[in-house]
């Protein structure tokens, strides 16, 4: 696991570096289904990381936004990498500084190891299903907010006005950055208490960073309280959120104000 680590994180490093070179120079931009943009940027690491990857583990399998749908997903691996080249392409787009690279390895349907990198941020967390999370090497936690607290939330606007309709708990509003990984990675370093995850997020926007959140103290879950599975054809999932487990009763409760 040690030496998968190490393999992960020096791709995602040097992902972010091959991203870097794109990064605020206009790169060339296309539009997927559903409106979603991919540039050049996008496609270069996503190559780059599965060379690396894959090249140095032929075993596992391979599942990346990027991909094509027919591409062989390798389904009867054992292991397999679970990859955000660019998560957050829209901030990197505009020139933003809070996109990431994610990268997962993941074993049983669960994340055994997971790495995001933000070059433009200098951060770089990292983590094993054996290991405490770490940011830039320092061990990190979620926060432990007392239960007079004010919450510290990061919602999109959307959820943010239904909660506020509906007369829910009142909570600090933080922003929702465009990185759904980078989002759920500052819930792992403590530095929101909590998030909620609009339906349809794909198993690449959150497998690295459920780890993260899991070993730091917290949990990444749906309405029920289940932790995610991750399956090798890719999967999107319904309303997730995410805190410490100090706050996941208040963030449910909040949750339950949102349709699915």
Known sequence: MRDDLELVKTAAVEAGAVAMRFFRRDPAVWWKEGNSPVSEADIAVDAFLKDALVGARPSYGWVSEEMEQ??????????????????????????????CVSIAVIEQGRPVIGVIAAPALGVVFEVTAESITRLNGAVCRVSRPGADDRLRLAVP????????????????AE????????????????????????PRANDWDIAAADLLIERAGGLLCDRGGAPGLYRSEGKRHGLLMAASHDAMARVRQLARAIPD
């Open 175 to 198: 922003k929702a950055v465009p990185s759904l990984a980078y989002r759920l990675a500052l819930v792992a370093s403590g530095r929101l208490d909590g998030t909620l995850i609009r």
């Open 70 to 99: 027919a591409e062989d997903r390798k389904a009867e691996a054992d292991r397999f990498f679970v990859v955000d080249p660019i998560d957050g392409t829209r901030a990197f787009l505009r020139g933003e500084d809070t996109w």
């Open 157 to 172: 606007d959307g959820m943010r006005k239904r909660l506020d309709a509906a007369g829910s708990e009142p909570f600090i």
